[in-house]
């Protein structure tokens, strides 16, 4: 178990620096998702932690040590990659052995764990076979059993989920939820994908070019956004976004917090438009519903809406958003709020 | 800690060491030295006695019949092999393009050849070439055709011998462009078909181009191979009759010990030849080549 | 039906075409054999003689017995024996640097090595024989090993083959603290073997065949490999003994082509690798 922490962090790769001068702490014991969108440094801080890609200036500690002079063996990290980067000329059990044994772990000992292991993942009986002779699920697991045998105190995983079919991925979310349960070690996890981060994070750190967007649980980070961006890449669909006065202040709602009905609704913000497009997909539908300056998606509970007709769009106050010229959010404790609010009601499309 | 990163430094030159040694000693300074060598008359006996002689064996060398003789020839031969090859591979892969076992079969007979010592196929053939009790002669006759005096004579003896080449080295040639063609994916000709191409736009379209980096690959690899012939020619003709069949590198052979200035000499125009006609490969066709 | 017909004359044409096309290449071998059992009365008969009447099983002594034979072969095989260990033990680590590490003068170094790839030993060999013959090397074997010790073409073939495996496995293997030495024995040699059998075919091939190198490199009979043995026979015998010197050639051919007959499919497909890539 360790906690990480990442002092003035600088990485250039041919000279441009890809992150600079980054400042991060991720807590012992806690599952951190790395997130956002592809080449925005979240797989770069990884291999920091890993040693396979060092800082080139800055310290990385992992449970306090600096470890930027330690080779990547030494480091008490396993890491899971996207591709599973098993060693195909190898068996799984010899897979699962190699660290052990580089290790000088004693053979009785490397069998037991070896074995164990294999239970715990479900590999028991596929020990002897090669790679090749293995589905994408089954890779997966010698991955993680070959992370878990070193019983590091640090696990890391670059977008382990990205190869499997998406009935398996949901499955695998919920293992890899209760192995952090059981192992209680740190997890920190690399994807693109929101919904992975959402479903599993303690703690979600979202990254754009290089530089921390925001670093939150998942429900703060859904409910009160620091930036547009994090309002924007979070959620599915996104956040609609609305140019609201003449300084710059933007006005946001999520599809989910709207309400459709033919009639004018007497909600805080009411907008009229029509609907473009109706994607139907069973517990719910998803509507696109265009205004004559821009469009907005809503999700709703009931799919009796057709498209062509003329429908209002209702939010409450309480589920608005503002963000500032620069993008940030503006609290709503802070005094100009109620000023936008008016501002809000005044958007009404007679 | 301070060691292990200067380790981290210097592991990659240590472990290409070996290696760069190896090519250093007996590539380039072999080169260097070649160079050296033909600005001087060189003394076998005593090295003392060698003396530098300026441009003087290359004067000499550019004033010889016999080196003319020599140059021309292995152009010919060069010439001959490479078009024979090319050709005939050519023919042969897409003749033999269709993966059956029959298919197979034949190029492997065809490749045999090539993983045999120059040294016998020349003996084998010196023998089936045997102007009275050959082989050859005797099949041409039972089909009613004129015979040969093969390499006995200076006018058939450099033919003679790049039909040996030819087809000692076909079926190497021939593997490969089966190979490139059967990387073709499918679907391309599919979709030309449904386009409604023929079949001689087809090949000039749409099969010349996509295998056309094998074809490069191979048109500078027995350019190279070519221009350095000698094993045939030493064994089967001695570079007769007649001077027929003497080539550069047989040229530079006979005076290897006799007058090694005037040798090296020969041996740095062979290597500016073949530097100049790479180079001239790869600017004017690299253009052209489709590269996947 | 006329359609038919002349779907099956083609089919017949091409068969015929490909056997005649197969015995071009294959027959000469088979004369080779047979004139190597022939007598000297056979051999000049016309027609050719195509069965001898007795096999002259004779010929291969006699032919053995006009030259050392026997150390012609040992030289060949040490000589061949020798540059195939010595090649891999300089082109594995080499190859592996210049695929996984970025260090300075590369690039330099690489194009030295396509250098000696494009520079044949028919233009170096008199410098070469020069320098060997001031560390007094002639009349041993060694000049005919160790000026190969380096592959040029295997350091690029198999440079080529080590930047395709993912660099996540060497990561992978990083962080299971193997040290670089057992990444590239356990991990790249295994993982590279139908790059390193093509390698080691074609290097067998050449130097087992090699004529010109040693020819140059050897002025007496206790250094010479098979190659040059045979090639004298036709010096020692004359030119109308042609049942000797093809017994003599037999020997040096068949082992080649027994082993290419039971293993040619492996074969082909290791040559054809090398040029496609």
Redesign the interface.
Known sequence: MASIVFEQVTKSFDRTAIIRDLDLTIEDGKFTVLVGPSGCGKTTLLRMIAGIGPQTSGRVLIDGKDVSRVAPGQRGVAMVFQNYAIYPTMSVRENIEFGLKNNKVPKEERKRLVESIGETVGLSGLLDRKPSALSGGQRQRVALARAMVKKPSVFLMDEPLSNLDAKLRVQMRVELIELHKKLGTTFVYVTHDQTEAMSMADTIVLMNEGVIQQMSSPAEMYHRPANRFAAEFIGLPPMNIAELGPDGVQLGFRPESAALSEEPLDHHLCIRGVIATREMLGSETIYQVRTDKQAYMVRSAEDRFEVDRPVYVGVPAEKLHFFGADGRRIDERSSDVRWYLEAARGLVYA | ?RN??LWE?L???V??A???????L??????L??VR?SFYKYNLMNKAKSKFIGWDNYRKLFGNDDFYKSLVNTVWYTVGVVALTMILSLL?ALWLRRSSR???????????????????IA??????M?PS?G?LN?VLQ?LGLPTSTWLQSSKTALVSVIIVSV?HGI???A??L???LQ?IPPSIYEAAALDNAGRFKLFFRITLPLISP?LF??LVIMT?GSF?V??TV??MTDGGPNQATSTI?YY??RY?STN?GY??AT?VV??LV??AL?FLYFRLLSRKLHYQ | MKTMDLRYAKLTLSAVLKAVVLMIFVFPFLWMVSTSLQTLQETTTVPPTFVPAVPQWNNFVHAMQAGPFLTYARNSVVVTAAILVIQFVVMIPAAYAFAKYRFAGHRLLFGLVLLAFMIPGQVTFIPVYLMLADWGWIDTLLPQIVPFLANAFGIFLLRQYFMQIPEELVESARLDNASEFKIIWKLMTPMSRPALATIALFSFVSHWNEYFWPLIMTNSNSVRPLTLGIAMLRETEGITNWHIVMAGNVVLVIPILIAYAFCSKWIVKAFVYSGIK
């Not at chain 2, 070996?18 to 250093?24: L, S």
């Not at chain 2, 007996?26 to 080169?31: A, H, M, Q, R």
């Not at chain 2, 298919?103 to 045999?112: K, S, Y």
């Open positions: 800690m292990h990163a430094k592991r990659p030159y472990m290409i070996p290696a760069m040694a190896g090519i250093v007996f590539v380039v300074y072999p080169v030295y070649l060598l042969i029959w298919n197979a079969l034949v190029q492997a007979g065809i490749f045999t050849p090539h993983i045999v010592s120059i040294v016998s003996l084998l053939w010196l023998w089936m045997e009790h082989l005797y039972s087809w079926g190497y040639y593997l490969i089966v190979a490139a990387s094998q690959f191979v190279i350095k000698f094993d030493q064994v590198v530079i052979f290897r090694i040798s090296s041996g062979l290597m073949v530097g790479t």
